[in-house]
């Protein structure tokens, strides 16, 4: 890690203005690659909550933000694009050191978060309405508005993508923003409110207040300026959210998760399959709301691709060391305890363990990897999302067998088929339940140009891709009688 890291700004984010939390308080900042204290924050309360919301009002209503036309609008964005590559070094650092991610990953991130901008500020200026016949004498428009203020409550696995996944799209359609990112990791959040304000963003456009999801979060969620809300969190949390939202009659979009599978067929590549099924629950050491966290196997093909999958988790070291590592630590002491909870407590034979490599410092929250196989589909390691590296193998007799195995938990995300039968994988793809499946590949929620999202615990409403300014703004028919 390096000494010389430039920390961001400490402070919540309001109508333009750096500002301590009201009350004072602050919270400590742990990284999880050593557990080390090596930041604070500010920890907002329901006043500054209620400040950022009005802020964010008054930059839609009257401010600076409301005024400008999308064009405007999308070149701003397309500006902050370009400044989060050119900062794209000390952001990977900062991103690293605060989520425990190794640099890989870091520089992915920060290039995503970069490309949301890209491909938002784009696609600011080509959303548009319509005209609908109607009878003579009428013209009737059909025009897309902005909702107004957006609050967007983000989680720490990917504190920069999950930035730009909520306010670009937000942003594009000419709503504020209200953003509060999680306590265990938002120093990248407050950095590239920095460098929105650097490149042009009118104050207001884009708030922040940090702090603790129960009061911070809790108060914006149920702040009655709000107009729409957009979750990333846990199930739990994503359902007060949605009584938050209900309470005061706005939509809210939730993405919460899952258990998604990869379902290998017996006529499936399985060389060409075995680094996705493998990097599906690796990738972000198994944070991701989209890992694959199942694998459904063919009874026919169950011990190749298990020996497989043996070999490659034998082989997994978790690391912060090499900038090359393929899982760094999980976010926090609270999710390794989670994680270890679920590897202990598991009711399935280990098959293999993968290990924390010599070195890693005693306090990081490192959790070697573990496969585990076969599992039981409707036991608990089987069902429950873990967010960390842990595997399950899971046989099936047949395509139905398989349909029925991988739609049977409360959540429906990802999913992927692994088959060389074209007539089958539609098949297959079409009876997922979920939002999103891949055929023959697994990229864990990637793409930004693809609309991805969930159904049930997973949550609803679709994000990325232009799906996302859809969800984001809404229409108004306009009837014009004109003679
Ligand atoms: O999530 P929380 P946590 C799942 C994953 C993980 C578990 C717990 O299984 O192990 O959730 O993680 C804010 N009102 N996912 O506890 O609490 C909080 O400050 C309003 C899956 O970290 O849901 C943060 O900004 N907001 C998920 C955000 O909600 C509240 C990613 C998410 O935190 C609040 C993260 C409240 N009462 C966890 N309480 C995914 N879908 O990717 C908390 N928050």
Same mark, same amino acid.
């Given at each position: 890690?390096? !000494? !010389?890291?430039?920390?961001?700004?400490? #402070?919540?984010?309001?109508?333009?203005?750096?500002?301590?939390?009201?009350?004072?308080?602050?919270?400590?900042?742990?990284?999880? #690659?050593?557990?080390?204290?090596?930041?604070?924050?500010?920890?907002?309360?329901?006043?500054?909550?209620?400040?950022?919301?009005?802020?964010?009002?008054?930059?839609?209503?009257?401010?600076?933000?409301?005024?400008?036309?999308?064009?405007?609008?999308?070149?701003?964005?397309?500006?902050?694009? #370009?400044?989060?590559?050119?900062?794209?070094?000390?952001?990977? $650092?900062?991103?690293?050191?605060?989520?425990?991610?190794?640099?890989?990953?870091?520089?992915?991130?920060?290039?995503?978060?970069?490309?949301? +901008?890209?491909?938002?500020?784009?696609?600011?200026?080509?959303?548009?309405?319509?005209?609908?016949?109607?009878?003579?004498?009428?013209? =009737?428009?059909?025009?897309?508005?902005?909702?107004?203020?957006? *609050?967007?409550?983000?989680?720490?696995?990917?504190?920069?993508?999950?930035?730009?996944?909520?306010?670009?799209?937000?942003? *594009?359609?000419?709503?504020?923003?209200?953003?509060?990112?999680?306590?265990?990791?938002?120093?990248?959040?407050?950095?590239?409110?920095?460098?929105?304000?650097?490149?042009?963003?009118?104050?207001?456009?884009?708030?922040?207040?940090?702090?603790?999801?129960?009061?911070?979060?809790? *108060?914006?969620?149920?702040?009655?300026?709000?107009?729409?809300?957009?979750?990333?969190?846990?199930?739990? =949390?994503?359902?007060?959210? /949605?009584?938050?939202? *209900?309470?005061?009659?706005?939509?809210?979009?939730?993405?919460?998760?899952?258990?998604?599978? $990869?379902?290998?067929?017996?006529?499936?590549?399985?060389?060409?399959?075995?680094?996705?099924?493998?990097?599906?629950?690796?990738?972000?050491?198994? /944070?991701?709301?989209?890992?694959?966290?199942?694998?459904?196997? /063919?009874?026919?093909?169950? !011990?190749?691709?298990?020996?497989?999958?043996?070999?490659?988790?034998?082989?997994?070291?978790?690391?912060?060391?090499?900038?090359?590592?393929?899982?760094?630590?999980?976010?926090?002491?609270? $999710?390794?305890?989670?994680?270890?909870?679920?590897?202990?407590?598991?009711?399935?034979?280990?098959?293999?363990?993968?290990?924390?490599? !010599?070195?890693?410092?005693?306090?990081?929250?490192?959790?070697?990897?573990?496969?585990?196989?076969?599992?039981?589909?409707?036991?608990?390691?089987?069902?429950?999302?873990?967010?960390?590296? =842990?595997?399950?193998?899971?046989?099936?007799?047949?395509?139905?067998?398989?349909?029925?195995?991988?739609?049977?938990?409360?959540?429906?995300?990802?999913?992927? =088929?692994?088959?060389?039968?074209?007539?089958? $994988?539609?098949?297959?793809?079409?009876?997922?339940?979920?939002?999103?499946?891949?055929?023959?590949? +697994?990229?864990?929620?990637?793409?930004?140009?693809?609309?991805?999202?969930?159904?049930?615990?997973?949550?609803?409403?679709?994000?990325?891709? +232009?799906?996302?300014?859809?969800?984001?703004?809404?229409?108004?028919?306009?009837?014009?009688?004109?003679?």
């Amino acid at each position: 890690m390096p !000494d !010389d890291m430039t920390l961001p700004k400490p #402070l919540n984010l309001i109508a333009g203005q750096w500002l301590p939390a009201a009350s004072g308080d602050e919270l400590d900042v742990r990284s999880p #690659l050593d557990g080390e204290v090596f930041a604070t924050i500010a920890a907002a309360q329901p006043g500054d909550v209620d400040a950022a919301v009005k802020a964010a009002r008054e930059a839609f209503d009257t401010g600076g933000w409301g005024a400008l036309t999308a064009a405007e609008r999308g070149r701003l964005m397309l500006k902050l694009s #370009l400044r989060i590559l050119e900062e794209a070094e000390p952001l990977a $650092q900062l991103e690293s050191r605060d989520t425990g991610k190794p640099m890989k990953q870091a520089h992915a991130d920060i290039a995503a978060c970069a490309r949301y +901008f890209e491909f938002y500020g784009g696609a600011a200026d080509k959303v548009h309405g319509e005209v609908i016949p109607f009878m003579a004498g009428y013209n =009737v428009q059909v025009v897309r508005e902005p909702y107004g203020v957006v *609050a967007c409550i983000i989680p720490w696995n990917y504190p920069s993508q999950m930035f730009a996944r909520a306010l670009a799209p937000a942003l *594009a359609v000419g709503n504020s923003t209200v953003l509060k990112p999680a306590e265990d990791a938002c120093l990248t959040c407050l950095r590239l409110a920095e460098l929105a304000g650097e490149v042009g963003f009118p104050d207001g456009a884009i708030n922040v207040v940090t702090g603790r999801g129960d009061v911070a979060g809790r *108060a914006l969620s149920e702040h009655p300026g709000v107009d729409f809300i957009a979750f990333t969190g846990s199930p739990e =949390v994503g359902q007060m959210i /949605q009584i938050a939202a *209900a309470k005061n009659y706005i939509p809210c979009t939730l993405e919460l998760g899952g258990k998604s599978p $990869q379902i290998v067929f017996d006529d499936a590549d399985i060389d060409a399959a075995l680094p996705f099924l493998v990097g599906g629950i690796i990738a972000n050491a198994g /944070q991701t709301c989209s890992a694959g966290s199942r694998v459904l196997i /063919q009874e026919g093909v169950y !011990d190749k691709v298990v020996a497989g999958l043996k070999e490659r988790f034998e082989g997994l070291e978790a690391s912060h060391l090499s900038q090359e590592a393929a899982l760094g630590p999980v976010i926090s002491a609270k $999710q390794k305890k989670r994680v270890e909870a679920y590897i202990d407590g598991a009711d399935a034979p280990l098959i293999a363990r993968g290990t924390v490599r !010599d070195g890693a410092p005693e306090g990081g929250y490192y959790v070697a990897p573990a496969l585990f196989g076969p599992v039981d589909p409707h036991s608990k390691i089987g069902q429950e999302e873990v967010f960390g590296p =842990v595997l399950c193998a899971m046989t099936f007799k047949d395509e139905a067998d398989a349909i029925r195995i991988a739609n049977d938990t409360e959540y429906g995300l990802m999913a992927s =088929v692994w088959s060389r039968d074209g007539a089958r $994988q539609q098949r297959v793809a079409k009876k997922l339940r979920g939002g999103q499946v891949y055929i023959n590949g +697994f990229g864990a929620g990637g793409g930004i140009e693809l609309p991805f999202g969930g159904v049930r615990k997973s949550g609803h409403g679709r994000e990325k891709g +232009f799906a996302a300014l859809l969800e984001l703004s809404q229409i108004k028919t306009i009837i014009n009688k004109h003679d």
